[in-house]
């Protein structure tokens, strides 16, 4: 049934495209658009550089707990500059996934075929958690189709688009630490290539000038207006001190700020940045000394954290801003009262709710289940390209500095959209399977 369904979707991928198209514009323009977290934040600073007719970082933001994401945020600066609103940010986000839709399906087709494309670009469109990342103003959007064009970039295999490649690498780099990942990966791959051939491949090199370009650059230009020469978050200092503390659980937990806590600053407004995070690191570095057992006791259930359930921003596409499946589950099972999370205490919109999210997450690990499976496959079969290699070596990466730092749905967004083409390549597999049994 369903790789008949699969067959049938494919085959009208032009119409799923369309109908999708029309109702993100929809959501786009008829949404009550509101930030909270991260999101909220990143707007704010925008506005605020906005206001000093600055870039990001200005001088204000030397005192803040950490610098964040500021490729992303200047690029924001100047969409709001030319229409002040959220709406702008989401039309943004909508011509994001729509370019990432198309570097998506070039990937899918360099490292396996067209068809496995056609079926990784489904898998993405009934990924709702992408829809509700439009509505919002998260750094995963932008940090996905760099990172996709970047690896895009690689396949090309020509001299100028590996530079060009490292130059896109480094601005991911700049939206988001992660993006270290990627490059990690390359290396990888460049260490394997090389031996495989038994002679150093000088071509990778392209990859590492552009990454360089890109930093000196970009550092170069907030150096020439903040004073300090930043290219990236420096959030990755209190990142480790979440998952290394007395109160660790290998998820988000913000106790560890809190009055005589590790992560306690009495007087933050005093320290700059730096000084927060060499404070964060000390802490955090500390701690692992201390309890080493214990901190690599937690990466299991960092991973659980990050893969183990998949709200991202499906809650608030659905209407419901202050809640998350996990903490609704929570509240559920151990019986709080919804009722301040979901708006009103009935039994409709509960179902509702976990409706929606039950079905959501039923996609989701059956997506899970099928990349595992084409991992699998290829792995066994021994059919990888330098594509497929770089992906996984991104993958096996990400997994370790999940558990170096702490577990998020989130962090695992970049993950699953780029392994989106393993599943569809297992699908592929079982429809031709199907096809010869009918014959």
Known sequence: MLIKLIVFLTSNLRYVIVIYIITVLVLVFSFDLTYSSDSLYYYKLAQQCIELNEYYPAEQHLYEDYIFAPL?????????????????????????????????????????????????????????????????????????????????????????????????????????????????????????????????????????????????????????????????????????????????????????????????????????????????????????????????????????????WDDIALSHLIGFHELNFGRALKNLFTGKSLSNRLGKDSWTTYVFYFSILFLNHIYYFIVLVTIALGIIHLVKNKSQNDGTKLILFFLVISIVVLMIIFGSPRFKYPIFIMLCPFAAYYLKLKIIEGKKILE
């Open 72 to 308: 992303y945020i200047n690029v924001i600066i100047i969409l709001l500059k030319v229409s002040n609103s959220p709406l702008t940010i989401s039309v943004f986000n909508f011509l994001t996934i729509l370019f990432q839709l198309l570097v998506l399906y070039k990937i899918a087709s360099k490292i396996f075929s067209s068809s496995v494309a056609q079926i990784s670009i489904l898998i993405y469109i009934f990924y709702l958690n992408t829809v509700g990342l439009v509505l919002q103003n998260y750094t995963e959007l932008f940090f996905v189709l760099m990172i996709s064009l970047s690896i895009y970039l690689f396949l090309l295999n020509k001299n100028h688009f590996l530079v060009l490649s490292g130059i896109i690498l480094g601005g991911a780099i700049a939206v988001r630490p992660t993006g270290w990942v990627l490059l990690l990966a390359f290396v990888s791959l460049h260490i394997c290539v090389s031996f495989k051939y038994r002679k150093l491949i000088w071509s990778y090199f392209f990859i590492y000038t552009g990454v360089f370009i890109f930093i000196l650059c970009f550092g170069g230009l907030i150096y020439s207006h903040f004073g300090k020469f930043e290219y990236q978050s420096t959030t990755g200092p209190v990142n480790l001190l979440i998952g290394a503390n007395d109160d660790a659980t290998g998820g988000f937990k913000s106790t560890v700020f809190d009055e005589g806590k590790a992560g306690y600053i009495e007087n933050p407004d005093t320290l700059t940045y730096i000084q927060k995070g060499d404070f964060y690191q000390g802490k955090a570095l500390d701690w692992i000394k201390e309890q080493s057992v214990k901190w690599i006791s937690l990466a299991p259930l960092k991973l659980l954290h990050a893969f183990g």
